[in-house]
């Protein structure tokens, strides 16, 4: 839902000043039931936002706005931009390679590796493959290995996640992914649970190295939020 612009300051203020914070998911006519947010520390929180964002004192702080004008507020930094490889029409083994089937055999996997494995050409000597590892009854999880051709050994790819937690799974697993060989892109999609109000999605680009995260999305608690409005973790350009 987006508020009308002469709303949101009455929202913000109200936010500062509230003890709890009702939502529900509103689809048609039906509505969920509300989910009941504690507001202590909101005040705090959007303290320290307008701290990290230089808004103190000026038109467009959250909490107390001054006389200050807005054009005293930083503006805001430029993405870091990733530059996508180009993608190659060389033909893929009709198997799998040595290196990469020993690479696999190391790996922590419950599932056959020739079970809808995506593979991919990334330039003319790197290929890039995936495993289905395990899979649930809305999840299926793949790891990911590297191999450049004329090297002994295939390694693990590994996945970097900016702002978010660490994580106990190896570095190469992602949940739900798919890959787009034209745009070089490589999303996925990890639910928490069946209605997928909870979890993380992203998407990397290869840059002809390694896979760039260039949007992640966040949400660790299950409250019925739809995966577009998730916090976004890291975000970057791509040309």
Not at 18 to 44: C, F, N, Y
Not at 110 to 128: G, H, K, Q, S, V
Not at 162 to 168: D, F, R
């Amino acid at each position: 839902m987006r508020l009308p612009s002469e709303g949101v300051r009455l929202f913000v203020n109200a936010l500062g000043k509230a003890k709890t914070l009702s939502v529900s998911v509103v689809q048609g006519s039906d509505a969920s039931q509300p989910a009941v947010i504690s507001l202590s520390g909101a005040t705090a929180a959007l303290i320290a936002m307008d701290k990290q964002q230089k808004r103190s004192g000026t038109t467009t702080a959250l909490i107390s706005p001054d006389h200050e004008p807005a054009a005293r507020v930083p503006a805001l930094p430029a993405l870091p931009m990733v530059r996508a490889g180009r993608p190659t029409k060389r033909a893929l083994p009709t198997t799998m390679p040595k290196p990469i089937a020993a690479a696999v055999e190391r790996a922590d996997c419950d599932e056959p590796p020739e079970t809808r494995p995506i593979r991919a050409w990334l330039n003319e000597r790197t290929l890039f493959w995936g495993v289905l590892c395990t899979k649930g009854a809305y999840r299926e999880t793949y790891a990911f290995f590297i191999h450049r051709s004329g090297a002994p050994t295939a390694r693990p790819m590994k996945f970097q996640m900016p702002g978010l937690p660490p994580s106990n799974e190896d570095d190469n697993l992602l949940t739900g992914p798919t890959f787009d060989q034209r745009r070089m892109t490589l999303d996925f999609h990890d639910i928490g649970r069946s209605v997928g109000d909870c979890g993380t999605v992203g998407r990397f680009v290869w840059d002809g190295g390694t896979f760039q995260p260039v949007e992640l999305r966040s949400m660790p608690h299950c409250r019925g939020v739809s995966p577009d409005a998730w916090p976004v973790t890291w975000r970057a350009g791509v040309r």
